[in-house]
């Protein structure tokens, strides 16, 4: 629903947290890779390059460093070379459940890029 203050914390620096970064953290994200492959898990398409966390640490802050609670996913910085959309940024904290489908079957939500 729009209005809900949480999603307003989008584009906000995140505070740093050992499930963004850090020794722990990189060696997850790089046995997600050797798990799951580069197939991004939220619209379907090769080229993933950022892992997306199942449950978003800003729901759950202390959950388990652990590669099966990620999948790989598109970022800003790799877009999906298919689809072009940055899938982990347009996430953002929602629940997957909310997401998976509409990734599938609308871009109502998404509106570039376009020309
Ligand atoms: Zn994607
Ligand atoms: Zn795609």
Redesign the pocket.
Known sequence: MPGDPSLRREGVAVPASPHRSGRPYRTARERMFEIYGDL??????H??GEADHLVPISKDADQPIDPHAMRP??GANAP?PV?G?K??TARGNKPLTAVRPK?RTSRDWYAGPQR
């Not at 991004?40 to 398409?45: A, D, M, R, T």
């Open positions: 991004c898990h939220l619209c379907g398409h080229g993933a996913a598109h999906c689809c959309r899938c982990n990734l």
